[in-house]
């Protein structure tokens, strides 16, 4: 069993207008958030100048950050959660429509694998 | 050239007492966060009841994060950066000995593969 699983998701030729609106993107991590069964507890962000936006929302199953290279139309998001109900992966296609990515790649890895009591990792 | 490095940090056989406290673990990740040449731009931090706790510190070349779980003396911790000048791979040791870990595994992984001026993925 694992305690967590961690998407690392990759959204390539995103709107970068829309990278660098941090209100935007604080709404759409929250929403997205809620979308895939988490309860968002509170959020953090900040906006860079000249350009680009990174941000986090802390839930009570872990937490989804975002950062974002509107010059490179690029955006790195983490969605971290625990506990067997919410399914990270469902944050895939919600979050490639709310930027308008035409690329995406992800991965997801298991955090904390645990054996006899003990914590190992995959 | 990536935009991003990502490490992936599990620390296991921690203290327990350390792993609940939210004031030393925020204080940690941000003196952390500086010993490896980053700098801090705020953090958030959560005490969860009965235990744990998750926290992210902002980082102008990213993110430091951390979720821990007292229960089973564990923490997942993340360290984002980008930029060629800041290694998240040092921040593994202060963060073993801050949290006392006695086991600690972590994979590396670049993040925003940038080729041709287009953004690929590793």
């Given at each position: 069993?694992?305690?967590?699983?961690?998407?690392?998701?990759?959204?390539?030729?995103?709107?970068?207008?829309?990278?660098?609106?941090?209100?935007?993107l604080r709404k759409t991590l929250s929403e997205v958030a809620t979308q895939?069964?988490?309860?968002?507890?509170?959020?953090?962000?900040?906006q860079f100048t000249p350009q680009g936006v990174s941000g986090v929302v802390?839930?009570?199953?872990?937490?989804?950050?975002?950062?974002?290279?509107?010059?490179?139309?690029?955006?790195?998001?983490?969605?971290?959660?625990?506990?067997?109900?919410?399914?990270?992966?469902d944050a895939v296609k919600p979050l490639t429509e709310k930027l308008r990515?035409?690329?995406?790649?992800?991965?997801?890895?298991?955090?904390?694998?645990?054996?006899?009591?003990?914590?190992?990792?995959?």
């Open positions: 069993m694992a305690l967590g699983k961690h998407l690392l998701l990759e959204l390539m030729d995103c709107n970068n207008e829309l990278l660098n609106d941090i209100e935007y895939i069964g988490a309860t968002v507890i509170k959020d953090s962000f900040y802390i839930i009570a199953e872990s937490h989804l950050s975002i950062h974002t290279w509107p010059e490179f139309n690029y955006a790195a998001v983490d969605v971290f959660t625990c506990g067997e109900v919410i399914k990270p992966v990515a035409k690329n995406t790649k992800y991965v997801e890895l298991d955090r904390g694998i645990l054996t006899e009591n003990k914590v190992e990792v995959s």
